[in-house]
């Protein structure tokens, strides 16, 4: 079950479901991937992504949440989850 104080929400993927977790170190490693040097930019980035590109932010988020092995996601559901996870972040920030 997703804990949303520490920045989690589920994810159904091909072992079941499990935890995405945002945190600052997921955060500067999705900045890196996306060759983003400024948060501001990171919205319309995020906005922008390939497929190659969610699949890499979605695995930086399931390792954040303790899964330790590769998974196969819905990319649907996977850009569903990753906005929600954003805004219940940007949420808690406020």
């Given amino acids: 079950m997703a804990n949303p104080q520490a920045g989690e929400i589920m994810l159904e993927t ?26 501001s930019a990171l919205g319309p980035r995020l906005a922008a992504m390939s497929m190659a ?20 996601v819905d990319p649907v559901e996977a850009a569903s989850a990753l906005s929600e996870l954003f805004i219940r972040s940007a949420g808690a920030a406020s």
């Fill in 14 to 39: 091909s072992i079941g479901p499990r935890a995405l977790r945002l945190s600052l170190a997921a955060l500067a490693e999705i900045e890196a991937l996306l060759g983003v040097e400024e948060l």
């Fill in 53 to 72: 590109e969610l699949h890499g932010v979605i695995a930086i988020l399931l390792r954040t949440g303790g899964e330790k092995q590769a998974v196969e």
